[in-house]
């Protein structure tokens, strides 16, 4: 969040035009792209990253496939929707706020960051409500760095994990039996922790709300 909020900042308030528009079709363009590429992205230059990273702390991993990778892939996975959908909240501002907050004396440095980002809470929290609805739903991206543990989900960084997602993945021909049930049970507990997350949020998003400058 707070590196796709920046990069919002810094293309509708601070980079110049042509720049601009060049950064805003590049995160377009990496918002479109299907979460199976950035798996695949994720298995050749990440993996191999984390495997050396570990190895450089003296632990061993299973080609890299920890919990670590599976955060990094993730969080460049959802970055562009939070930048596309932060950068389109944040130009919604109206100018004579910003140009209020200058004729008052403050810099445009403080204008940017206590009065644009603040009128534009809203919009950013709806990124965040994408971004991370989008997270908690991918499976593939996920299964291709995670690992797949078979004991469940792990919290250490260079352990491997499997998350509900994958889990379901997994088992995707199987359908009777008790496999079948785990997986349609895991499904369940997916939808609820969506449910609960994207109330959260939805309910500071409520709470904060637009902030108006007078």
């Known amino acids: 969040m707070p590196i796709g909020v920046l990069t919002a900042l810094f293309i509708a308030k601070i980079a110049p035009k042509k720049l601009a ?19 695949l992205v994720g298995f050749a230059v990440i993996l191999p990253f984390i495997y050396n990273l570990a190895k450089g702390f003296g632990v061993q991993t299973a080609g890299g496939t920890t919990v670590l990778a599976t955060v990094l892939v993730l969080s460049i996975m959802i970055l562009p929707t939070v930048t596309a959908l932060s950068e389109v909240a944040i130009r919604s501002v109206s100018k004579e706020i910003e140009l209020g907050s200058l004729a008052l004396g403050a810099t445009q440095t403080q204008t940017n960051f206590k009065v644009v980002l603040s009128s534009a809470k809203s919009g950013i929290f709806t990124s965040a409500i994408l971004g991370v609805g989008r997270a908690l739903g991918e499976a593939t991206a996920v299964s291709l760095v995670a690992g797949n543990a078979r004991s ?49 949020l939805n309910f500071m998003k409520r709470k904060v709300g637009n902030v108006d400058v007078e």
């Not at 993945?169 to 449910?195: A, C, N, P, W």
């Open 21 to 39: 528009g060049l950064l805003r079709t590049v995160i377009e363009l990496l918002a479109a792209i299907p979460s199976i590429i950035y798996g």
């Open 152 to 200: 469940g989900p792990s919290f250490g960084f260079f352990d491997t994990t499997a998350t509900l997602t994958s889990t379901m993945l997994q088992g995707l021909k199987e359908t009777i039996g008790l496999d079948y049930d785990i997986r349609f049970s895991v499904g369940i507990v997916l939808m609820v922790v969506i449910l609960i997350t994207n109330g959260t």
